[in-house]
């Protein structure tokens, strides 16, 4: 920890970090910072549902496309259940992903107002429950005390969403952003399959399908790894597993219907 002049500002590093704390005669409570953070909080939203749905465009349609192909179908069949798939499936992950954070964000708003009528039931009572939270975090009882009176002159309905409740602004339900990350990730997955169609024979689209896909799903764990900031390698091979297998178990599934419909 680097300390300045107390005279006029503190410079505090940690880590990531730096802050500029003001002197109050100069600007009362500002809080500057001179360098951005660089948290990932903030992404988990829109990288969950986009995550989600590249890596369900890629095996839900491959797997069709494979499953209709073991069947011994051609090139129109194939063609027509995979535009299939794909156009529902993006419509699918977008509804899904719209109505399933609407509830959260539900939710949300209905702790958001329960929360406020205790503030205007017993604001004394919500400020000894605060200052309790912040002395269960390890700060002195004097300490806590006069934080959670300093946060409720600030806001105190804003003060225990975050530290009662855990909700801020990073992390509030956003349902037409899960949406369209959803669907328009899920289409971008969903067409890589379609290069297999590329090949002259039922064997080798088969072939070329599978390994378009199983590519594409490293690389989508790849990114999402680097983008959520852990090592990449544990998503890109678990994807790479489950979707190999979700196409082997569609493919024989296919053959084996078409074997029984001879």
Known sequence: MVYGDVHSATKIKTGRREYELVDSRQQHGEVRKRHPEGHLAERAGWLRAAVLGA???LV???????GVAASGAGLAPILTAG???????AMSMAAGEYVSVSAQKDVELADRLRE???QEEDPEGELRELAAIYQSRGLSRDLAEQV?????AAGPLEAHLRDEIGQTSDT???PMQAALASASSFFIGGLVPFLGM???????RIIVIVCVTLIGLVVSGVLSGRLSGTPPMKPALRLFLGGGAAMLITGLVGQLVHQISL
């Open 198 to 204: 590329l090949a002259g024979t039922t064997l080798s």
């Open 148 to 152: 959670a009176v300093a946060l409720h």
């Open 83 to 89: 535009a299939a798939g794909l156009m529902a499936g």
């Open 172 to 174: 509030a339900a956003r």
């Open 55 to 57: 890596d369900d465009g």
């Open 60 to 66: 839900s349609v491959s797997s069709i496309m494979v």
């Open 116 to 118: 406020q009528a205790e």
